[in-house]
Nanobody, 126 residues
């Protein structure tokens, strides 16, 4: 069983930055597509970014393109989400997820991911 643990969330002012980390267990980390999702109160969970198993391919939701960067460090079994120029609309619980198999890159739906972290709160004040 793969376990994912997120960290790095917190309270920041609009325009500020945060770096989220997701530490994964297991030797098969390098074979997974990794994604970041977020969920605000009363809203559906939505994909924010994804990165291919090799790290060569990335995807970003239009709402965060140009502001967020996803990366992975295979040696550390860790995926990161660098968030810059944060806006109040970015306020949400952020979740790390791993997909073992996929039909196309990136998997964008919640049910395409097999493993999930517990989530970390990001709050952006205006």
């Amino acid at each position: 069983q793969v376990q994912l643990v997120e960290s790095g969330g917190g309270l920041v002012q609009a325009g500020g930055s945060l770096r989220l980390s997701c530490a994964a267990s297991g030797r098969t980390f390098s074979t997974y597509v990794m994604g970041w999702f977020r969920q605000a109160p009363g809203k559906e969970r939505e994909i924010v970014a994804a990165i291919s198993a090799t790290g060569s391919g990335t995807y970003y939701a239009d709402s965060v393109k140009g502001r967020f960067t996803i990366s992975r460090d295979t040696a550390k079994n860790t995926v990161y989400l660098q968030m810059n120029s944060l806006k109040p609309e970015d306020t949400a619980v952020y979740y790390c997820a791993a997909a073992r198999r996929w039909n196309r890159f990136p998997p964008r739906q919640r049910d395409e991911y097999d493993y999930w972290g517990q989530g970390t709160q990001v709050t952006v004040s205006s």
